[in-house]
Nanobody
Framework: QVQLVESGGGLVQAGGSLRLSCAASGSIFSINAMGWYRQAPGKQRELVAGITSGGSTNYADSVKGRFAISRDNAKNTVYLQMNSLKPEDTAVYYC????????????????WGQGTQVTVSS
């Protein structure tokens, strides 16, 4: 069993900052890619940022220069530092982690966090 626990969401004024965390625990052989998605009311879930096991990152155009994704492999945790927040960043943010489990990591699964609300007031 693998669990993802997210934390760090909340209410912030425009221009403020928040840091999201997502910690994976359980029977983990290794973790491949990690990422953050968000879903605003009435919109589809979209990729915000991703990071590979090697540390390569990619970002949605709308957050480039404002958000930074990082990971701590020793803690099986991925972070999303969000600066210069805008009202349009308001959404539920979900972490997504590709995890290998089982004997010698023979199985690969896609896990989602429970979601954390980020609300940016104008």
């Amino acid at each position: 069993q693998v669990q993802l626990v997210e934390s760090g969401g909340g209410l912030v004024q425009a221009g403020g900052s928040l840091r999201l965390s997502c910690a994976a625990s359980g029977s983990i052989f290794s973790i491949n890619a990690m990422g953050w998605y968000r879903q605003a009311p009435g919109k589809q879930r979209e990729l915000v940022a991703g990071i590979t096991s090697g540390g390569s990152t990619n970002y949605a155009d709308s957050v480039k220069g404002r958000f930074a994704i990082s990971r701590d492999n020793a803690k099986n945790t991925v972070y999303l530092q969000m600066n210069s927040l805008k009202p349009e960043d308001t959404a539920v943010y979900y972490c997504n982690v590709i995890i290998r489990v089982g004997v010698l990591g023979a199985l690969e699964y896609d896990y989602w966090g429970q979601g954390t609300q980020v609300t940016v007031s104008s």
